[in-house]
């Protein structure tokens, strides 16, 4: 058998939940001309995030 797949980029989210505006205030966006990710707030100045979103 072979299977073939391709990753598709787009800002869908598959099987989340649409949540109230400030109801997470420890999430975080991360944002650039090239990307957008996830994190979280671990201090009020720190925001953890996975390696490869940054620049």
Do not use: D, K, W, Y
């Amino acid at each position: 058998m072979l299977v073939l797949s391709t990753s598709g980029h787009g800002s869908e989210i598959v099987g989340g939940n649409e949540v109230e505006p400030h109801s997470l205030p420890f999430m975080a966006r991360v944002r650039s001309a090239r990307f957008m990710c996830g994190g979280i707030l671990i201090h009020p100045q720190c925001v953890l995030t996975a390696p490869q979103c940054r620049e």
